[in-house]
């Protein structure tokens, strides 16, 4: 049995997460992270 099996990746989670350290909103750059990092 793989070490895996039976354990539930909690995506939704794992997702938000991602995005609240990168500053983004929803998944969407936020203007002002874009002026910040100077794409705009």
């Given at each position: 049995m793989p070490?895996?099996?039976?354990?539930v990746?909690?995506?939704?989670?794992?997702?938000?997460?991602?995005y609240t350290?990168?500053?983004w909103?929803?998944?969407v750059v936020p203007?002002?992270?874009?002026k910040e990092l100077e794409i705009i």
């Open positions: 070490g895996s099996m039976g354990q990746c909690e995506l939704d989670l794992m997702l938000e997460e991602y350290a990168r500053g909103v929803n998944g203007e002002a992270k874009l």
